[in-house]
């Protein structure tokens, strides 16, 4: 009976920490055990993270997660396949809470919010709050949006930049992109509120583009695009910072690789063109990020 009772009492006991067990594994221990890298992105957020015409997840973000499985393959010593797991704005922190994915990258913003739960890689791009409305719409300042219904994603920084600049702005929240912009064209909302460079990214997919116009001139906020990933992985956030800093020092010199992946997405044949200036404040923005650290040896990019 005794013997009985100790083996019972130790199965509770391993059934019990067998979940606290699977938490303890880093992000790193565990693609090197499993050889997978689970990333959490966007099928709506052109062009960083969205699904082609054949259903191919694709993006400036996906070529990010390209490059960082890369560097985990180096650094592991054995091959990583990139498993990509198509998430709502809503799902990105709790899929990353319950390890159900490793990292998040789309088109994710800094808030610290977000940072008491996650952690945040360097900003490997730059956005801000816009609004998409009909063309000859009157809206744009934020006294134009009291009462007017702006179409959002919930728990994005749009939603928070909307509230910020216009509380009394009427919100309507909405399931997916796809469903904002169709609402807009039935009139269901005033004015869909996104980032600038999604909205652009939608504009140069749609047939009736003249029929829109993007407001204000001055985005509601401004705002670096960046992965968001676990906390207590230190290793793991310095493999991945590691990359996009060596892409973004590898841009910024010219480097045939690199440029050609930024150009794959706004370049002058990209999927959203960034005329001279927005291209030169992207380089200015990447800069600041590269003389701020150790500079990566030709060698290695």
Known sequence: MYKKLVITTLSLLFVTSAPSLAQAETVMQKVARTGVLTAGTSKDAI????????GQLVGYSIDMLNLIKEQLEKELGRKIQLKLVALTPAQRIPKILNRQVDIVCDASSFTWERDKKVDFSLSYGATGTQLLVKKGSNLGSPESLIGKRVGVLKQTTNELAIRRSQPQAQLVFLKDRA????????????????????????????KNQDAFQIVPDRPYSSEGIACMLPENNSKFVDAVNYTLYKFMQGFV??????????DRWFGSNGVVFLNKDLRDLTIETMQLVIESREEIPKSEL
């Open 47 to 54: 062009p960083f993270a969205y699904a082609n015409e054949k």
């Open 179 to 206: 469903e904002g912009y169709a609402a807009l064209q039935q009139g269901k909302i005033d004015a869909l509120a996104s980032d600038s460079i999604l909205i652009e990214g939608w504009l140069e997919t749609t």
């Open 253 to 262: 010199d010219g480097e045939k690789r690199y440029v050609a992946i930024f």
